[in-house]
């Protein structure tokens, strides 16, 4: 049975949080409110950065960052080792305090600061790994090859669905590419930001190498973001978000010819074959759709089914959706949190009005425990059952909200899958291996992750995350993703005594 939190009790219980993970809100009080999605009550307030201080701390960032790159890698990845241990210390409380802000199941907010220990895990031993190429060349005693050098500032913008891990799987790659950090945390979830932050000095602080500033963070709405954006001392700016801020932020970072790694909307889709494992495909799809009450960028929002199974898989999942518990997130028999506030909940509602007016059957979708809590939106996540894939199921609504159509050739529902605007994850439930590999290849997903009876969420950090067309083309966190932090020069070495020129050119002075 779902239970709901009680009103006025998360102020103090976040106060506590923030002093024992070193935050002294006494200097950062301010005007800015930050609302609990558990209750809708203000549990803290916090400044806006003044424009004078975003000016400073980004010349502040520029001289670390001078400093910094100076410093061996693998040296810049033992600050990066030595957070990991102070994560791993501060885990219970942070992960506490990401469910108290952005909402998110006790297990998940746990899941997300282990998400920011296994990158830096990765990181610490990726700056032992930072390798180029030697390339052969056409000209005799010369030698070819790459060298990778610190790029400048990163300036890292966040989103309130992921208020800690995004921003550490860029915070933690740049730090050991021996770049320095600016963060614009979403203005929904400054607190943790704070309490990283508050981490971070701790290490970097009784770390002799380190340079003062080397992470910032500014608060603030779309102004300090804009900061980041336009400022010709921030060389990378990582962005995650919708789509809508892409749109803002890519021709104004390209206008300066900045580098821009963009993670913005999915609208992820699972195809389930005649062959698949039902018992596992229920679990996997009820995780990716209904996980994070359908808030991170991987969830689940269309699954496409074999017209075969269709009845079965979906009396299953309807009995799943009923039955779900939805409340307080930090109740252990909880699947589903609140919503992160009002305007979640009415594009929730605006997606389902309008697939009821294209004729969708719904299961689910009504609001609960508004009588108790009017400040919070907490949903039963809706089963949205559609003949055609409409305007409505081609755009992404940012809640536990799960479209499904029905397929009955597997070409038709790959050009489904991949008829939307946007392309950061798929999957595919079969245990038919030429379904799978036609899934996974050239004519198959068109997104940049692509999984086999597994969901489209939850990834681990090794693998490079981000995905094609509206979703950016960025990739973070594992595999090479590394590159996007540093600069690539091209070296030629000429270590005989005659000048030969590529491409056979003659050019004979006296
Ligand atoms: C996001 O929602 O912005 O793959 C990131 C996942 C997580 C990260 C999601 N590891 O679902």
Redesign the pocket.
């Known amino acids: 049975m779902a239970s709901f939190p009680p009103l006025g009790d998360l102020g103090a219980e976040t106060a506590g949080l923030l002093a024992r993970l070193g935050v002294t809100l006494g200097k950062a009080q301010g005007a800015r409110p930050v609302h609990s999605p558990l209750t809708g009550e203000v549990i803290a307030k916090v400044p806006d950065t003044p424009a004078d201080a975003v000016d400073r701390a980004l010349a502040e960032a520029q001289d670390a960052f001078r400093i910094w790159r100076q410093v061996p890698a693998p040296r810049r990845g033992e600050l990066v080792r030595r957070f990991g241990e102070e994560l791993r210390r501060g885990k219970a409380d942070l992960a506490r305090l990401v469910t108290i802000e952005a909402g998110k199941i006790s297990s998940e907010g746990a899941g997300e600061v282990q998400?920011m220990i296994d990158i830096c895990d990765f990181a610490t031993g990726l700056s032992r790994q930072l390798t180029g190429l030697t390339i052969a060349t056409e000209r005799a005693d010369h030698r070819m090859m790459e060298t990778w050098h610190p790029m400048g500032v990163v300036g890292v913008i966040s989103?309130f669905?992921?208020p800690v891990?995004?921003w550490s799987w860029n915070a933690a790659l740049a730090l050991v590419c021996g770049d320095a950090v600016v963060w614009k945390p979403s203005e929904k979830t400054p607190l943790c930001a704070l309490a990283v932050q508050a981490l971070f000095e701790r290490v970097a602080d009784g770390f002799a190498d380190a340079p003062p500033h080397l992470s910032t963070v500014l608060l603030g709405g779309a102004d300090a973001g804009a900061a980041l954006v336009d400022d010709a001392r921030v060389a990378v700016v990582s962005a995650?978000g919708s789509t809508t801020m892409g749109r803002e932020v890519a021709p104004r970072l390209a206008s300066r010819f900045a580098r821009a790694i963009l993670?913005l909307g999915g609208n992820n889709a699972a195809i389930v074959c005649p062959s698949a494992d039902l018992d596992l495909t229920v679990r996997a799809v009820a995780f990716a759709a209904m996980g994070t009450a359908g808030q991170?960028?991987?969830s689940l929002r269309r699954l496409i089914v074999h017209e075969r199974i269709y009845d079965t898989l979906l009396g299953r999942l309807r009995r799943a959706y009923l039955s779900v518990s939805v409340g307080d997130p930090r109740a252990p028999d909880t699947l589903v949190g609140p919503l992160i506030d009002a305007g979640a909940f009415s594009a929730m509602q605006v997606a389902l009005d309008a697939a009821r007016g294209a004729g969708a059957v719904v299961t689910g979708g009504e609001r609960l425990g508004a009588d108790v809590l009017p400040g919070a939106y907490y949903v039963r996540p809706a089963l949205v059952e559609m003949a055609a894939q409409e305007d409505c199921v081609r755009s992404e609504t940012f809640a536990p909200l799960l479209y499904v159509l029905r397929y009955s050739d597997l070409d038709e529902a790959i050009r489904l899958q991949n008829d939307v605007p946007q392309g950061l994850?798929s999957s595919i439930f079969t245990t038919d291996l030429r379904e799978a590999e036609r899934f996974l290849s050239a004519t198959g997903s068109d997104c940049g992750i692509a999984n086999v009876n597994i969901g489209p969420?939850?990834?681990?950090?090794g693998g490079a995350?981000g995905g094609e067309k509206e979703t950016g083309g960025g990739r973070e966190a594992g595999s090479d993703a590394w590159k996007a932090y540093m600069r690539r020069a091209t070296n030629t070495i000429n270590y005989g005594t005659r000048l030969p020129l590529a491409q056979g050119v003659t050019f004979e002075i006296e």
């Open positions: 998400e989103a669905n992921f891990a995004v995650t993670e991170r960028c991987t994850a969420s939850g990834a681990e950090i995350f």
